[in-house]
């Protein structure tokens, strides 16, 4: 049996980033870039006007005396409206009609907002002084040219994919998605749309298993259920060939009918830990086939969902080739009391209770491994090093984010 820490870190050497693919921007949501993206040109282009008003000399502004009811008269050379490039620098006493979004006229270091003007045929009044600079966004404020706009790993959301197109990126270089096959495994295990005998029970580990793949940003592929026979496992094992990941629930612990780690050895996979000093999930396998990662979980749901968090989701953000692969961790205080049996590290499903400047969370307060309704009402996960017995509420924990907040 080895420990959680040493356990995911031989996951993580064993899943190495795989190639790039080219899509179209509009489908590079929820990828992840595979090479640095750096602005070809300034972002924005040229200065502009951030106001409607009048680009002038912010010189000419100025007021002749302390008379705040006063205003300075300059000469209207034109209106430039955005899209449109200036013909003329302006001279001193001069000012021009702009638009936001249109390039500042050359001389023109300011705009006066049009609600502190009045305009009068060629000419307008300006009634308020402005400084240099003073609305108007300057060329390259958001990126100079060459610089790096995105780094490579960086997930796409919708704000890289503003900066993408901004950048001129019709077409994202990103990584490949892992090829992810699910297969459920169980004599008992029917799916929701079959008709159940007495003693069956609903597979809740294949769509939960789906669900966190596709979350996680893998390609998933559903290979169904393996029955507890040799001949039904090695069938739906050779279908999981060509996958970048097999992820079986089911059938690794130490009961009479749990063949899948045997049978994953005479497919060729190669084991790399079975068993792991944590809870829920101790029993979870790990070997590898070639490039292929093999993990078998525990066939409980919460334990299947757990380890596929702990293990398979941060292999998937390697291969993904994103920055520091999860789980996204961080610190919670307790909102209640926690006592455990030591010997395992635990992950609590928890709540959290208060969201404000101090998070809080609370342990779900059923924490068997068979009730899914405890990954229901949690977001998070309460880590309880091997060692703790007892947690006082109020004290600090750490915590892992299962959505990957
Ligand atoms: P196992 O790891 O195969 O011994 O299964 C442990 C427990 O999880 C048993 O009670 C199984 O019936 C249950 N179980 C196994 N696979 C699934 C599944 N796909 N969906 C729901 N429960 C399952
Ligand atoms: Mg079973």
Redesign the pocket.
């Known amino acids: 049996m080895i420990e959680y820490q040493d356990a995911r870190a031989l996951v993580l050497s064993a899943a190495k980033a795989l190639a790039a693919e080219s899509v179209p921007l509009a489908h590079a949501q929820g990828r992840t870039l595979a090479r640095d993206v750096r602005a070809r040109e300034d972002i924005p282009p040229f200065s502009k006007a951030a106001m409607d008003g009048y680009a002038v000399r912010a010189a000419d502004t100025r007021l002749p005396g302390p008379d705040v009811s006063g205003a300075v008269e300059l000469e209207v050379l034109g209106d430039l409206p955005a899209g449109r490039m200036p013909r003329t620098a302006i001279g001193p006493g001069q000012a021009v009609r702009i638009m936001t979004g249109a390039p500042l006229p050359k001389a023109a270091d300011a705009v006066v907002m049009v609600e502190d003007t009045e305009a009068s045929g060629r000419t307008v009044k300006v009634r308020r002084e402005v400084r240099p600079g003073e609305n108007i966004g300057l060329a390259g404020e958001d990126l100079k040219k060459n610089e790096i706009a995105l780094e490579r790993g960086t997930l796409i959301g919708p704000a890289e994919t503003g900066m993408l197109a901004a950048a001129g990126l019709a077409r994202v270089p990103v990584t490949r998605r892992p090829k992810l096959a699910v297969i459920?495994?169980?004599d008992?295990?029917v799916e929701p749309n079959e008709r159940k005998r007495p003693g069956q029970?609903?597979?809740?580990?294949?769509p939960a298993l789906m669900a966190l793949a596709v979350e996680a940003g893998a390609a998933p592929l559903y290979l169904g259920?393996a029955r507890?026979r040799t001949a039904s496992l090695a069938g739906k094992l050779a279908r999981a060939k060509a996958s970048d990941i097999l992820v079986l629930?089911?059938?690794?612990?130490v009961?009479d009918?749990?063949l899948v780690k045997d049978e994953l050895e005479t497919a060729g996979v190669r084991p790399v830990f079975w068993k792991v000093r944590i809870k829920p999930g101790k029993?979870v396998f790990f070997g590898v086939r070639g490039r292929q990662l093999v993990f078998g979980l525990?066939?409980?749901?919460t334990?299947?969902m757990v380890t596929f968090l702990l293990f398979v989701r941060p292999a998937v953000e390697n291969m993904l080739g994103r920055k520091g692969p999860g789980p996204a961790a961080g610190r919670a205080v307790l909102a209640a009391d926690i006592a455990v049996k030591p010997g395992r590290t635990q992950f609590l499903r928890g709540a959290i209770t208060e969201n404000g400047p101090v998070l809080k969370v609370a342990p779900y307060d059923d924490q068997r491994s068979?009730v899914l309704r405890s990954m229901v009402r949690s977001r998070v996960l309460i880590v309880v090093p091997a060692d703790v017995r007892h947690v006082e509420a109020g004290r600090e924990v750490e915590i892992i984010f299962m959505d990957g907040w």
């Open positions: 459920a495994t169980g008992e295990i029970i609903r597979n809740a580990n294949g259920i507890d629930s089911g059938g690794v612990s009961g009918y749990d029993p525990p066939g409980n749901p334990s299947a068979g």
